[in-house]
């Protein structure tokens, strides 16, 4: 089936247009104009990087190596009796496989399937140990990925799943309960891998955490999950040849990231907030928020940069922020993350009894209709008040879908972070706090840094 066959996603960007309904300080094509010398430099400078492999992101979805190393390690363990897959991770290492378990499985599949499938990327006392007491060892597998292979939240969890996997089931049990995904050759995962043998998938030393969902990061636990990776990273394949134009209104990573630099820059809409008409993506707006934070909040000598990304959740959040967001400061840029159609809907029965009369416009009608009509109403409604929205359409949420989504953002937030003028790899603002934390826990060489406190 071709890539349009299986549907593409796509942006609708009339409501964050200069002038759309009531949307007064929306993008003009003055001020796309202004910026698009600086846009076409952004390109030849992603081209560049292309050629000479530095964006790891887009190299990693051309590689079918790791499809195939995935794809050999879910076998291994195919046929077992496993009731849980748990990913210990944090950050990069657990939002991208969270996001995809939710996009692509419904939400009661653990009260109904096995295996079940946790993502614990948190050190909560009470609920890694009330998990402990829950699960059934012998019968779960744990995929402890971590980048640097040091972050210690997650080499604290493994320590202690470790340990009481040792002592219920032996040393050579490991091999049965443990993947790890971490650095190919650097980190203390890595040197346990070495040691105990255990089965391991690479992430490239150059592909940055929260850029990793498409590689063994995200692919691991959907691949054990039986989730169609194939079909997940050809989306993100279909949107980056869609991606491979130099014309920036035509380029959907482009076209998007620079309304959202303009929005910001521009306008002062520095609060960019995506609200997922979907409860299947709601985990994604949470992986936006990693990957829009740690790229772009940057300080380049004494200039601070960086939308805010807020998350909500269509249709709850218009009873809880779309006060805020009709009528609050305008301050914000909005894209809806909207669902053209669903697996399943559910038909509303007319109201038979003559004190339901009030609520007979519903029947006969479907739920999705009045979800739709409720978004396409927000929409509008926050235009007329001045308000610009996008909205990105997924014809349906599936791996193939789903896969273009992480790709788009991927891009688009490359090409936001070189027209601010930052680096969007690095995260340089997140250590202080690890070193201050080692110091606490009395780490050799680290002393110093808890005279602070
Ligand atoms: O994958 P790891 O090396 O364990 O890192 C996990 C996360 O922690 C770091 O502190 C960074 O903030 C994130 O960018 C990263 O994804």
Same mark, same amino acid.
């Given at each position: ?48 990087? $292309? ?17 195939? $190393? ?36 419904? =939400?009661?599949?653990? @009260?109904?399937?096995? =295996? ?42 493994? +320590? ?46 150059? @592909? ?18 039986? @989730? ?45 907030? *995506?609200?997922? *008409? ?10 936006? $928020? ?41 301050? %914000? ?15 509303? =029965? ?11 416009? +519903? ?55 070189? @027209? ?14 690890? %070193? ?15 005279? *602070?406190?």
């Amino acid at each position: 089936m071709t890539g349009t066959a299986k549907g593409m996603i796509g942006f609708d960007w009339a409501y964050c247009r200069a002038l759309a309904v009531g949307v007064q300080d929306g993008i003009a094509d003055e001020d796309v104009e202004r910026w698009l010398p600086e846009a076409r430099k952004v390109h030849e400078r992603i081209l560049k990087e $292309r050629e000479s492999g530095l964006l790891a992101f887009w190299d990693i979805i051309e590689d079918e190596k790791v499809e195939e $190393r995935v794809l050999e390690i879910a076998e291994h363990f195919k046929g077992r009796l496993v009731d849980n897959i748990v990913v210990l991770g944090i950050g990069g290492s657990a939002l991208g496989a969270q996001a995809l378990f939710d996009a692509l499985v419904s =939400p009661f599949y653990n @009260l109904t399937t096995r =295996p079940r499938f946790f993502v614990l990327d948190n050190i909560d006392p009470l609920t890694f140990s009330q998990f402990l007491d829950m699960v059934d060892l012998g019968r779960t597998v744990f995929v402890v990925i971590s980048k640097s292979g040091t972050t210690a939240e997650t080499l604290s969890q493994f +320590l202690i799943v470790k340990e009481r996997v040792v002592s219920l089931l032996g040393r050579e049990a490991l091999k049965k309960h443990f993947v790890v995904v971490t650095d190919p050759d650097k980190g203390v995962l890595r040197s346990w891998v070495r040691e105990s043998g255990v089965l391991s998938c690479d992430i490239p030393p150059g @592909l940055g955490g929260r850029f990793s969902v498409l590689s063994a990061v995200g692919l691991v636990p959907a691949a054990l999950l039986g @989730l169609d990776i194939r079909e997940l990273r050809e989306g993100a394949r279909a949107m980056a040849a869609l991606c491979e134009t130099a014309s920036v209104i035509e380029n959907p990573a482009y076209c998007n990231g620079l309304y959202h630099v303009i929005a910001d820059l521009d306008k002062g809409k520095n609060i960019h907030v *995506y609200w997922a *008409y979907s409860d299947s993506l709601y985990s994604f707006a949470d992986w936006l $928020r990693q990957l829009i934070a740690e790229s772009l909040g940057k300080k380049v000598g004494e200039k601070l940069y960086g939308p805010t990304p807020v998350k909500a959740r269509g249709v709850t959040d218009q009873h809880s922020q779309l006060q805020l967001y009709r009528e609050g400061p305008n301050n %914000k840029i909005i894209t809806f993350i909207g669902v053209k159609s669903w697996p399943a809907d559910v038909d509303i =029965p007319p109201a038979e009894e003559e004190s339901l009369a009030d609520a007979g416009y +519903l029947g006969g009608k479907k739920m999705g209709e009045l979800f739709h009509a409720e978004q396409r109403a927000t929409a509008w409604a926050l235009a007329e008040a001045g308000r610009p929205n996008i909205t990105l359409w997924f014809p349906q949420v599936t791996p193939y879908t789903i896969g273009q989504a992480f790709f788009l953002y991927e891009l688009q937030t490359v090409f936001m972070g070189y @027209l601010y003028g930052v680096n969007p790899f690095d995260q340089p603002g997140v250590e202080l706090s690890k %070193k201050m934390t080692y110091g606490l826990m009395g780490r050799k060489g680290f002393e110093e840094f808890v005279r *602070y406190l």
